[in-house]
């Protein structure tokens, strides 16, 4: 099958469904390169837009990553193949964070891979305003087992657990926006004009709540002539919150799969999502958001789900600058 060949138009439109995953800051902290021997497409890490203020350990940048790699797989579902992902599969090679093999088609096409390719480029963080309907049991029932496949968990939080959850994100966007290295480093990831083709463009900004119920991350940091008009968010949010059993790298990059197989499921369904990352970027406010009645584990990220509009795609690097055919 001419689309199983490993070619230049082939690898194109792998990396590109890539790159259309959610990062941190919109850091797109990946490269790609190919080893054709092997037809092995590696997936690196790009330590020069890490964001260390916010992301210390590097966490954030392998669920980074780990969303990139879920992109990749669903995107060579599409073209025929079965890949095989290995993670970290070379402890030699700390910036290696995935391995994806290539070598063998698909023989059957497993169901829902077109509907998840789709939504790769209809999938968009949403920093406005929700109309407050309810998200359906049934649709939040296939987000839960998106991310069980992946080896997470997602959990949906009755009304008094939100309410603490985001009194903690609360909590951690003040502190992020008083900090000087945070508000210098979230700052200095606005672009505008001819500027790199990653970071959070002006136009992406979102607005802060007027009731202060939801905290929306300020970008723009006490730089009041730069903020957006308040607006009215929904009133009773549905936050979901990814977990994990352990807190390792592997770990983190199965929370990127798990985070990006549950945002590209919302968005067959119509459900627009954003991320509520602040209370992760701060150990003690991450370790509180716990629930203290569930089992033991770690929590990873929360996420707002509604509906409204889909939402203008970021700027993504293109194929070409990240893309290494030959070793």
């Known amino acids: 099958m001419s689309t199983l060949a490993l070619d230049a138009t082939a690898l194109e439109k792998l990396v590109s469904a890539a790159v259309a995953a959610p990062s941190i800051h919109n850091s797109q902290p990946w490269h790609f390169r190919l080893q054709p021997e092997t037809s092995i ?9 890490a964001v260390p203020a916010a992301d ?12 990139a790699v879920l992109n990749l797989r669903v995107a060579a579902r599409h073209l025929g193949w079965a890949p095989v992902v290995r993670l970290l599969p070379d402890p030699a090679e700390p910036d290696l964070f995935a391995g994806v093999r290539l070598d063998e088609a698909s023989p059957v096409r497993l169901p829902g891979t077109e509907e998840l390719y789709d939504a ?4 968009h963080s949403i920093r406005t305003p929700f109309t407050g309907r309810p998200v359906p049991a049934d649709v939040l029932d296939q987000l839960v087992a998106a991310a069980r496949v992946e080896g997470a968990t997602l959990q949906l939080p009755d009304r008094q657990e939100t309410a603490r959850l985001l009194e903690i994100t609360t909590e951690a966007e003040r502190r992020s926006t008083t900090d000087p290295a945070q508000r210098a480093e979230s700052r200095s990831w606005i672009r505008s004009g001819d ?9 992406a900004l979102g607005p802060q709540d007027r009731a202060g119920r939801l905290p929306m991350r300020d970008f723009s940091a006490i730089r009041p002539t730069e903020h957006q008009p308040f607006a009215s968010f929904e009133r009773e949010p549905r936050i979901a919150v990814l977990t994990t059993e352990h807190d390792r790298p592997e770990d983190w990059l199965r929370t990127g799969l798990a985070l990006e197989h549950v945002l590209l499921t919302a968005t067959v369904h119509g459900v627009r999502a954003s991320l509520l990352h602040q209370a992760m970027e701060w150990p003690h406010l991450r370790w509180t958001t ?10 990873q990220m929360l996420v707002r789900l509604g509906y409204g509009p889909e939402g203008a795609p970021t700027p993504r690097l293109a194929a070409a600058d990240v893309l290494d055919r030959e070793t």
């Open 41 to 49: 497409l590696e997936v690196r890490a790009v330590r020069e837009r």
């Open 56 to 67: 210390p350990q590097g966490r954030a940048m392998h669920i980074s990553v780990g969303a």
């Open 120 to 123: 790769i480029w209809h999938r």
């Open 195 to 203: 500027q790199p083709a990653y970071g959070i463009p002006v136009h």
């Open 290 to 299: 716990r629930e203290p009645h569930q089992r033991p584990g770690h929590v």
